[in-house]
């Protein structure tokens, strides 16, 4: 089996490969195709996969290229992992709205719309592409904004895209390791949307333990989430939120946490990874071992301010370990290409899972995957506090999706002036102003 990377040159590419090395079945995929934009990256990353692959008799071959078509013939699986922008345009999604008072983050508020606006006219291509060259290939799609993205490429391949999010599968494990469990075993009651989704249960064994967490502080303050959100108020909601909804819980903290700080994650990563590639492009320095160095700075660091708002230091040992995105793509190609039934929480279209959704709206909910792709299964109603969030992001994501395909400045001010997190006209006006000087790609927002 073939399985293509796009944005083959993206740092956590070495996690996806070093999943498929420890895949010895029949079926598995014996050759990988990285494809991107930027040759040194690609040299780079390529030099880690060596190093990864010493030693293994039937490693899969690795092809590196800058020609998408080339890349795209013959794939049965097409990995979506790109940048657009690069973690330059991160960091000045993150200036500019700092700049105006509200979050920048890559995925959530001002600076995902801004990540989206950049992201879904080149998706879409993209998307159109694989349709024509690779029409019996599966899409994997990380690329962020994860949900909005695998929306908008839904359009050409419909249910033969699946977006991935390695943060629910994280947090379903801290939760069942906090009640004692195998992480495996639990069946994990997770909904939203990418980034804005609540666990409203765990079952083990047939039986749902989140009464008995919600009831034992000890044990409710004793993982990541528990720590950033507090106790109380996950109980007063009777449910455990993904830790990106911090930014909507607590956003004037978050974002005088982020104003405050001495540079925005976007910079860090920026620096850093320049910092990696840099030393990649001298061959006497050890790949694999300076790409793990890297990697485990990345992630003591991640949501740093956020844990500076609550008050809990740094991340503990044991919420260090993602929720390993690499391990959820893997166990996903595997159901599909060989009828190995699981389940997973995806990205996928509602149909109708959410009353409050449309069918083609994309969500994020448990799934029952095999041969035919990713169905989602019925979930209880939202409650009320979250259908309000989900009906104004999803509305919000449907306006990018619409400024992208038009051009329309109006439509792209709307997304930013709808967002809960920015929730101001005049503001969303400048912002675009900002965007659109910041960023050359977003000149296509010229029409009324």
């Not at 993150?94 to 509200?102: H, I, K, Q």
């Not at 629910?168 to 949307?193: F, K, T």
Request: net charge negative; proline share 5%; glycine share 10%.
């Amino acid at each position: 089996m073939k399985l293509t990377i796009l944005g083959g040159g993206g740092f956590r590419v070495p996690l996806v490969y070093g999943a498929l090395l420890a895949d010895h079945a029949e079926g598995r995929v014996t050759a990988v195709t990285l494809y991107d934009t930027d040759a040194d990256r690609l040299t780079a990353v390529a030099r880690v996969l060596a190093d990864q692959a010493e030693g293994v008799p039937d490693a899969p071959t690795v092809l590196a290229t800058t020609e998408l078509d080339e890349a795209l013939r013959g794939a049965d699986f097409v990995f979506s992992a790109i940048r657009v922008g690069g973690l330059e345009g991160r960091a000045a999604d993150e200036r500019v709205a700092l700049d105006e008072g509200v979050l920048g983050q890559e995925t959530v508020g001002a600076g995902g719309i801004a990540y989206g606006l950049r992201t879904v006219p080149v998706a879409d291509g993209l998307a159109r592409r694989i349709a024509r060259l690779a029409p019996h290939a599966w899409v994997i799609n990380f690329t962020n904004p994860a949900g909005l993205v695998t929306e908008a490429m839904s359009h050409h391949l419909g249910d033969r895209v699946i977006g991935i999010c390695d943060s629910p599968v994280g947090l379903g494990r801290r939760i069942a390791r906090a009640l004692g469990a195998e992480p495996d075993r639990a069946w994990i009651d997770y909904v939203g949307l990418n980034h804005l989704g609540w666990v409203r249960g765990l079952h083990i064994d047939g039986r749902d333990e989140m009464p008995r967490l919600l009831a034992d502080p000890e044990l409710l303050g004793s993982f990541e989430e528990g720590k950033l959100f507090g106790t109380d108020w996950l109980r007063s909601l009777g449910a455990i939120p993904n830790e990106y909804l911090h930014y909507y819980y607590f956003n004037r903290e978050a974002v005088r946490a982020y104003q405050d700080a001495e540079q925005t994650r976007g910079a860090f990563l920026r620096d850093q990874q320049e910092g990696f590639y840099a030393r990649m492009r001298d061959p006497a320095n050890p790949a694999l071992p300076t790409w793990d160095r890297t990697r485990a700075e990345r992630e003591a660091t991640y949501m740093s301010e956020n844990r500076e708002v609550a008050g809990v230091g740094e991340r503990d040992e044991s919420d260090l370990e993602s929720g390993g995105y690499e391990q959820v793509a893997l166990a996903l190609m595997r159901a599909v290409a060989r009828n190995e039934r699981t389940s997973l929480i995806l990205n996928v279209r509602n149909r109708t899972t959410l009353s409050v959704l449309d069918a083609d709206a994309v969500i994020e909910v448990p799934c029952l995957v095999d041969a035919n792709g990713a169905h989602p299964v019925a979930v209880d109603p939202l409650p009320y506090h979250a259908v309000g969030l989900v009906t104004a992001v999803k509305a919000v994501e449907r306006a990018v999706m619409d400024a992208a395909a038009t051009g329309s400045r109006a439509t792209a001010v709307q997304a930013f002036a709808l967002h809960p997190l920015v929730d101001s006209v005049p503001v969303a006006r400048r912002l675009v102003d900002g965007y659109t000087k910041a960023h050359p790609g977003l000149a296509y927002l010229n029409r009324p």
